[in-house]
């Protein structure tokens, strides 16, 4: 008997802690951190020309994942112009394409590896 009273004493103070653990038990874990999220979008390529006039450059790249399309040579716009002025045909880069008002457009961009 006084085994259970005490177990029961026991289990009504810690129950507070418990429900503050259960409280804090979220579930960011189970998602795949942004960084890792973000590194599906990135694909490698080749500036092959830059057509600075209407914004526009053909980049012969690898599969784009978030796009669901095979390695080929295609023509983007860009989301900054002034990015054209930091390459040249020939240039490896890594790059992000999405499709923005119904037109492919590189989203971000880097020197390649």
Do not use: C, Y
């Not at 029961?8 to 999220?37: R, V």
């Not at 983007?76 to 020939?90: A, H, M, T, Y």
Request: glycine share 8%; charged share 20%.
């Amino acid at each position: 008997m006084k085994s259970t009273t005490l177990t029961l004493i026991a289990g009504l103070f810690l129950a507070p802690q418990f429900q503050a653990l259960a409280a804090d038990h979220d579930h960011n874990g189970h998602t795949m951190p942004a960084g890792q999220a973000m590194d599906t979008a990135w694909a490698d390529g080749t500036i092959k020309k830059i057509n600075a006039d209407v914004g526009k450059v053909t980049i012969s790249h690898g599969p784009l994942a978030n796009l669901d399309m095979p390695a080929m040579t295609m023509v983007f716009r860009v989301k900054d112009p002034i990015w054209l002025s930091q390459i040249k045909p020939g240039d490896r880069i890594r790059f992000v394409a999405e499709r923005q008002d119904g037109a492919l457009t590189v989203t971000a961009l880097q020197p390649g590896r």
